[in-house]
């Protein structure tokens, strides 16, 4: 007999076991039912599998939810950078990609210190940034506001949500001959490629994060004598805040995202601007030196926000 055979035979036998235990199954329910109906009490059921407890002593590195100490959330944290560190260094010292496309971390440092002695590093930074705070800023003044409207009323939610869900989906980039024409090419339109990036999404992830305000608490509030606007301002708003700054939090990523796309519209400094000029020189340890400073901005920011939140919420922790 083949192996081939062999396995069929198997999956038919397995197939015909699962078939008798469904029967047997079907065949237990019907009989409970009809001693039911007669108003007999129910047999007694098949006992239920046992299997064994965990582990009091089972690592909290593998278990759900469940918080780790202190010195491994450190030790992984310091892992998550030393580990890609690590694989740079070795492909590097292998040898399996060219110096030219993947330089080495000396060579990113080397470049990274020459564009602070210049100080050129500095300008494109703080042009990057004004560019952000006042594209991603313009977004939260439109989005929290709307999205408190959307979440709270059932108007507001069904006005807004079809038009904003539709164009979420229209890519910003998609924009930017649009807004040359309408706003030139200074800053405006650069501002405005960073708001349409992220104002949409801003305010479908806050209008969800006020929807998850517990409808009991709403209720409690009204059966204690609280008005509409007392609702909405010392119940609403205050249990949604932590929700609010993680929807900020995380469009905040991609407002950084698209500052590099906002550059390409006729920029004289930027860090996006300075990332294409490297690139037309090929000169990759630049480019590496200026994604490393980007990256590190947005994990200050990140932290930022995270005690921000933390000491606001302390409730949704």
Excluded: C
Aim: proline residues 6%; hydrophobic residues 55%.
């Amino acid at each position: 007999m083949s192996t081939t055979d062999a396995a069929k035979q198997a999956t038919r036998r397995a197939e015909a076991a699962d078939e008798a235990e469904a029967l047997r199954l079907e065949d237990e329910q019907r009989l409970a039912e009809a001693q039911e109906e007669r108003g007999g009490s129910r047999p007694d059921w098949s006992p239920l599998p046992r299997r064994a407890g965990l582990k009091p002593n089972a690592s909290p590195l593998f278990s759900l939810r469940t918080p780790i100490p202190a010195r491994w959330r450190w030790t992984l944290a310091v892992a998550s950078f030393v580990i890609p560190l690590l694989i740079w260094v070795t492909l590097n010292a292998l040898g399996t990609i060219k110096p030219t496309f993947l330089p080495t971390p000396v060579a990113v440092f080397d470049a990274l210190l020459k564009m602070i002695e210049s100080g050129e590093l500095f300008s494109d930074l703080w042009a990057t940034t004004q560019r952000v705070l006042l594209g991603f800023g313009l977004a939260i003044l439109v989005s929290v506001p709307l999205g408190i409207v959307m979440g709270t009323f059932d108007a507001g939610l069904a006005l807004f949500e079809p038009v904003i869900a539709m164009l979420r989906y229209l890519p910003a980039s998609a924009f930017v001959p649009l807004l040359m024409i309408w706003l030139g090419l200074g800053e405006p339109s650069k501002v405005a490629v960073l708001f349409l990036g992220t104002v949409f999404f801003n305010t479908l992830m806050i209008a969800d994060a006020v929807r998850g305000v517990p409808r009991s608490l709403i209720d409690v509030s009204y059966t204690l004598g609280a008005r509409r606007g007392e609702v909405l301002r010392k119940v609403i708003v205050p249990h949604a805040l932590p929700g609010i700054i993680d929807a900020t939090r995380v469009n905040a990523a991609a407002a950084w995202n698209f500052v590099v796309v906002a550059e390409l519209i006729n920029a004289t400094a930027g860090l996006g601007l300075r990332i294409m000029r490297a690139q037309r020189f090929t000169q990759t340890d630049r480019i590496f030196a200026l994604l490393i400073v980007i990256g590190l901005l947005g994990l200050v920011i990140d932290i930022a926000l995270r005690r921000l939140r933390a000491r606001v919420g302390k409730w949704a922790a």
